[in-house]
């Protein structure tokens, strides 16, 4: 075991001192512990490598400093996320970050890593954990804990309150986000395989997850869902393609996602394919990020389990299974085929506060399964999204001890669904 107080860790050093020093502690490996209470000031992003346990015992804080450099980056990262390593067997555990007016620098082309904006990132990860983190203070930009491309991971304890999503899932394979209370103004939890290209360093399916004993906890304010599943398909570059900010082409054996302004809606005519290998790159005046290698075309969540979920928020929508298509992005591209998601079950939802609708679907699903739930006056709806062209097939909704279902079922008689109960 390493004490980072043997390496100068310390409550009374500045944020650049104690960067420095936390980080020459956790470049050893193993397991390293903070174990002097108070209030660290921290301004520089801290990597944790392969085999690395980083425990904040019990009185500690970290505090986030504007780094001197006037580059801000994130607070807590893996160490192969800039270069596509992947890291294995990483622990955080006890964090309780307070981000004090401080996020990273940059979105889009500006930012270190195009799609990156979290307080703490794991990119590139197989066996993660994370427990007992507490996060106050997000801005409006970074989300509390964004893991991308990732395998086998681990999120219990957590405590996340602020005004963008608590946790940001893109691409990746068994999962477990429990005992977890958020109190945020944008989504607490986002299933996000297809997202903005400024939003997901990746895009891909997001596979075998379970979402147990979470809080969506009452607010004043708020936006988006209780938990955002964003799906997409796009298709092969090809010659003269009008696109728009965040469509997604694949082109000899690599990902690209255009970056431009969301805000004007403009559409630009691509004549050169995108051909870089990593990063940002501009043809034809349209910026495109290379997220990944790969020739699939379309991405989604499946197999995911809901278990006693505490609706506490008044929400217009608490589950929402999305196609976007907007100045932002087209979850799906024009002429391409999104596949359906599903095997989505929900089992002991608490509704306790005012829910217009409990599950809205206008992506392509294919089944969805709610268990020992009331849904009070909350409606479950199937509708198509704003793109014409996607094929939507029925929908097979399964009821088990689900109470006052009858009014609350609809179809907009496009995305259809049929109704099984036991």
Same mark, same amino acid.
């Given at each position: 075991?390493?004490?980072?107080?043997?390496?100068?860790?310390?409550?009374?050093?500045?944020?650049?001192?104690?960067?420095?020093?936390?980080?020459?502690?956790?470049?050893?490996?193993?397991?390293?512990?903070?174990?002097?209470?108070?209030? *660290?000031?921290?301004?520089?992003?801290?990597?944790?490598?392969?085999?690395?346990?980083?425990?904040?015992?019990?009185?500690?804080?970290?505090?986030?400093?504007?780094?001197?450099?006037?580059? $801000?980056?994130?607070?807590?990262?893996?160490?192969?996320?800039?270069?596509?390593?992947?890291?294995?067997?990483?622990?955080?555990?006890?964090?309780?970050?307070?981000?004090?007016?401080?996020?990273?620098?940059?979105?889009?082309?500006?930012?270190?890593?195009?799609? !990156?904006?979290?307080?703490?990132?794991?990119?590139?990860?197989?066996?993660?954990?994370?427990?007992?983190?507490?996060?106050?203070?997000?801005?409006?930009?970074?989300?509390?804990?964004?893991?991308?491309?990732?395998?086998?991971?681990?999120?219990?304890?957590?405590?996340?309150?602020?005004?963008?999503?608590?946790?940001?899932?893109?691409?990746?394979?068994?999962?477990?986000?429990?005992?977890?209370?958020?109190? &945020?103004?944008?989504?607490?939890?986002?299933?996000?395989?297809?997202?903005?290209?400024?939003?997901? &360093?990746?895009?891909?399916?997001?596979? $075998?997850?379970?979402?147990?004993?979470?809080?969506?906890?009452?607010?004043?304010? &708020?936006?988006?869902?209780?938990?955002?599943?964003?799906?997409?398909?796009?298709?092969?570059?090809?010659?003269?393609?009008?696109?728009?900010?965040?469509?997604?082409?694949?082109?000899?054996?690599?990902?690209?996602?255009?970056?431009?302004?969301?805000?004007?809606?403009?559409?630009?005519?691509?004549?050169?394919?995108?051909?870089?290998?990593?990063?940002?790159?501009? *043809?034809?005046?349209?910026?495109?990020?290379?997220?990944?290698?790969?020739?699939?075309?379309? &991405?989604?969540?499946?197999?995911?389990?809901?278990?006693?979920?505490?609706?506490?928020?008044?929400?217009?929508?608490?589950?929402?299974?999305?196609?976007?298509?907007?100045? *932002?992005?087209?979850?799906?591209?024009?002429?391409?085929?999104? !596949?359906?998601?599903?095997?989505?079950?929900? @089992?002991?939802?608490?509704?306790?506060?005012?829910?217009?609708?409990?599950?809205?679907?206008?992506?392509?699903?294919?089944?969805?399964?709610?268990?020992?739930?009331?849904?009070?006056?909350?409606?479950?709806?199937? @509708?198509?999204?704003?793109?014409?062209?996607?094929?939507?097939?029925?929908?097979?909704?399964?009821?088990?001890?689900?109470?006052?279902?009858?009014?609350?079922?609809?179809?907009?008689?496009?995305?259809?669904?049929?109704?099984?109960?036991?």
């Amino acid at each position: 075991m390493i004490l980072a107080d043997n390496f100068g860790f310390s409550p009374e050093n500045d944020g650049t001192e104690n960067a420095k020093s936390l980080q020459n502690a956790v470049d050893n490996g193993g397991e390293i512990r903070v174990r002097v209470p108070g209030v *660290y000031d921290v301004s520089e992003p801290i990597a944790l490598g392969d085999d690395t346990a980083l425990v904040f015992e019990e009185g500690v804080t970290i505090r986030r400093q504007p780094s001197k450099s006037g580059v $801000n980056g994130n607070a807590f990262i893996n160490k192969g996320l800039f270069d596509g390593i992947c890291n294995q067997n990483i622990r955080l555990i006890g964090l309780r970050l307070l981000c004090n007016g401080v996020e990273s620098t940059g979105i889009g082309k500006n930012s270190r890593y195009v799609g !990156l904006r979290a307080q703490v990132g794991f990119i590139n990860v197989k066996n993660l954990v994370v427990d007992g983190f507490e996060c106050r203070g997000l801005l409006a930009k970074d989300y509390g804990l964004q893991i991308g491309n990732f395998e086998n991971i681990r999120l219990e304890n957590l405590f996340i309150e602020g005004n963008k999503d608590g946790v940001h899932l893109a691409i990746g394979k068994n999962f477990i986000i429990r005992h977890a209370k958020f109190r &945020t103004y944008d989504d607490p939890i986002a299933l996000n395989a297809f997202d903005y290209s400024v939003s997901n &360093t990746h895009v891909g399916w997001i596979e $075998n997850g379970l979402i147990e004993d979470c809080y969506d906890l009452a607010d004043d304010t &708020t936006t988006g869902y209780f938990c955002r599943i964003l799906g997409g398909s796009w298709l092969p570059w090809f010659k003269g393609m009008p696109v728009h900010h965040s469509d997604t082409v694949c082109y000899n054996g690599r990902i690209y996602r255009v970056v431009m302004n969301p805000t004007d809606g403009k559409i630009y005519t691509s004549n050169t394919p995108p051909s870089h290998e990593r990063g940002y790159a501009e *043809y034809d005046g349209i910026g495109w990020v290379c997220t990944q290698k790969g020739d699939f075309l379309n &991405t989604g969540c499946r197999n995911i389990r809901f278990k006693d979920i505490h609706l506490q928020k008044k929400r217009t929508i608490a589950v929402s299974i999305d196609l976007n298509h907007d100045t *932002y992005a087209h979850s799906c591209y024009p002429g391409s085929i999104p !596949l359906p998601q599903g095997g989505f079950v929900l @089992e002991n939802v608490y509704i306790e506060n005012e829910i217009d609708r409990f599950l809205r679907a206008n992506y392509p699903v294919s089944d969805i399964t709610i268990v020992n739930t009331d849904l009070k006056n909350a409606k479950i709806r199937f @509708e198509r999204g704003a793109l014409d062209g996607i094929e939507y097939p029925n929908a097979t909704l399964t009821l088990r001890n689900v109470t006052n279902a009858d009014e609350n079922l609809s179809s907009d008689g496009v995305h259809t669904f049929t109704l099984i109960k036991e």
